[in-house]
């Protein structure tokens, strides 16, 4: 025995064959001596000391909420840039100072989960074009950048031209719509860059999911600026948020049940199941309602706000259970072999059997 026993799987005790009797060559159940014998019984997968094969991500709720916040912020900035060409200057105000507000408390659940600020200053030193990471905190900085100038040109306005801009005030006149235009580049970016970087990973439910999964989170995002901005903006300016947010109801349902009929069965069943499963049959359910409500009552000043805050709701348990169920999938050996099994069985049936990923056998 030694300090190591205890990590070590128990072993069944060794019996030797036939009762303790030794047989002879070619006696016995079957076996002349000249044919190979099967010595080992049929292999059960089973993981490494119990351990996953894949590395659950260290990722806290702060990660999902920024997922969520993202969208948020995402959306708003091209609601803000749409109001801003067809001159509604309510929802653009809203817009705006809600994706800077989104925008911000999205960079703080970021730098809460990194733990230390420097360590998201240190991933703006470089700039890898292969890398989701890199790519999405310079979309964010670019976003944050022209929102903050929009927004601040709107809290001038609010206020009666009272902050202490000076001279700037009339450089920040000339700006501000070119910052509008940029935060609404950047908008579907930021809005979609967190699909690509979860799905990036070696998360069984995340990357089985990365050919739908952006689709899922630009929906997700339009629910929430639109459901944001029918809350916060009286009905009379409303009309494009209403019809982002009928668009977002169909494009989230159909991009979801679409992702789950094309991922492998077993990778899609943590989505189902336990509290991801029902995070997202209500964020469903949120979804059509305040869809609804946005159609036939969002011209009530009461209706438009109720299906606003259900909006919002359908897409932040959309990012939430998304997130959930790939933090499980990773836990259970499962998820990440018997897809692998289903993909190799695919490939040899396809008649690939001399790569370096099957073989012959």
């Not at 089973?46 to 806290?60: A, L, N, Q």
């Not at 699909?195 to 995340?206: C, E, F, G």
Request: proline residues 7%; charged residues 20%; hydrophobic residues 45%.
């Amino acid at each position: 025995m030694s300090e190591f026993d205890s990590y070590r799987p128990p072993e069944p005790p060794r019996r030797r064959r036939g009762g303790g009797k030794r047989r002879r060559r070619g006696g016995g159940s079957g076996g002349d001596g000249a044919r190979e014998m099967p010595m080992v019984p049929e292999a059960e997968f089973t993981s490494y000391y119990g351990r996953p094969v894949v590395k659950p991500p260290p990722w806290g709720h702060e990660v999902a909420a920024y997922l969520f916040l993202g969208g948020v912020a995402g959306g708003s900035g091209l609601l803000g840039l749409g109001a801003q060409l067809t001159g509604r200057p309510r929802l653009r105000r809203n817009a705006r100072l809600g994706a800077l507000g989104a925008v911000g408390l999205g960079a703080v659940a970021l730098v809460a989960d990194l733990g230390r600020p420097d360590r998201f200053y240190n991933m703006m030193r470089t700039f890898k074009i292969t890398s989701p990471m890199s790519v999405g905190s310079w979309i964010l900085s670019a976003f944050s950048g022209g929102i903050g100038v929009a927004a601040v040109a709107e809290v001038d306005r609010m206020t009666g031209e009272r902050l202490p801009l000076g001279p700037l005030r009339s450089v920040l006149r000339v700006v501000e719509g070119p910052a509008g235009l940029e935060a609404g580049v950047f908008a579907a970016p930021l809005a979609v860059y967190t699909a690509v970087l979860l799905s990036d990973t070696a998360n069984p439910t995340w990357n089985d999911a990365h050919r739908d999964l952006p689709f899922v989170f630009v929906s997700s995002a339009s629910l929430a600026s639109a459901g944001l901005a029918m809350v916060t903006t009286p009905v009379a300016e409303t009309g494009p948020a209403r019809t982002l947010a009928a668009l977002g109801v169909v494009g989230d349902i159909t991009a979801m049940k679409l992702m789950e009929r094309r991922m492998d069965p077993v990778a899609a069943e943590p989505l189902h199941h336990g509290s991801a499963g029902e995070m997202l049959r209500w964020a469903e359910r949120l979804a059509v309602a305040g869809g609804v409500g946005a159609v036939l009552g969002g011209r009530n000043r009461v209706v438009a706000a109720v299906s606003g805050l259900a909006l919002m709701a359908a897409s932040a348990l959309t990012r939430f259970g998304v997130f959930e169920a790939g933090i499980h999938s990773a836990k259970d050996p499962r998820y990440t072999i018997e897809p692998q099994k289903h993909r190799l069985a695919a490939r040899r049936a396809a008649g690939i059997t001399d790569d370096s990923i099957t073989t012959a056998g």
